[in-house]
């Protein structure tokens, strides 16, 4: 039986070859590696799980684009970043420690286990949104039942507001297992509609994705100096 931690420690060194160096310690592989606490970032869904999507537009790969841009920015910026997935595959799939049959569970697990693995400082959770009402549109961003994460959330919310032209207050995200079962301050970021063909333009674009990843990371940085 393959421990819990060992997803952790293959990714970590899988991680290092393509960004950054991994230092090896017997007593605790993490202490040296990140001896500071990290950002999280979680790039939603992946491999079986696609998530939302229009056409051949998946939520998967547009999280994980704005994810791998928000990485650069934040590391370019001397933050110690991490992120959760760096290709298409579902985290279930690595998920051999929790006796579920339900895969959604086990990939929610997964990602709660790696934030507690690493001493997460926040962690950022990507997704896309889908309405009914093709004229809603802009991002939302959902926070915990705690201060600190309210404060981000805000702080993320305001950043991507000024991006979109949009004037969106974050919610609670009472009903998500990530943002209830991570201790560290936790956001699941809304990055707009798929729905909506303005955000779709923006979503879909590699332009958009990197002005999105600026504008979370600027709301990051607001975040960093409130506390």
């Known amino acids: 039986m393959r421990p819990k931690c060992l997803f952790v420690f293959a990714f970590l060194l899988a991680f290092s070859s393509t960004y950054g160096t991994y ?17 999280l970032i979680d790039a939603g869904h992946g491999g079986i799980d696609g998530g939302t999507s229009y056409g051949d537009i998946l939520e998967k790969d547009i999280n994980l684009e704005i994810g791998r841009r928000l990485y650069l920015i934040l590391r370019s910026h001397g933050y110690r970043t991490i992120l959760n997935r760096t290709g298409d595959y579902a985290l279930s799939d690595d998920n051999r420690w929790l006796r579920s049959r339900s895969r959604h569970l ?34 939302v961003v959902l926070h915990q039942t705690e201060g600190r994460s309210a404060i981000l959330a805000s ?45 779709r333009a923006m979503l879909h674009s590699k332009r958009g994705q990197q002005q999105i990843a600026e504008a979370i990371y600027g709301g990051i940085v607001q975040y960093f100096t409130a506390i």
């Open 23 to 39: 230092a090896a310690a017997e007593d605790n592989p993490f202490k040296h590696a990140f001896p500071q606490p990290v950002i």
């Open 106 to 139: 086990r990939d929610l697990a997964q990602r709660k286990q790696l934030s507690e693995e690493l001493p997460s400082e926040i962690v950022i959770s990507l997704h896309v949104n889908w309405g009914k009402n093709k004229s809603k549109r802009g991002p």
């Open 155 to 199: 702080s993320i919310q305001n950043s991507l507001d000024v991006l979109y032209g949009t004037s969106s207050l974050p919610q609670v995200g009472k009903p998500f297992y990530l943002l209830n079962h991570v201790d560290c301050p936790a956001v699941i970021v809304e990055t707009g509609f798929l729905s909506n063909a303005q955000d």
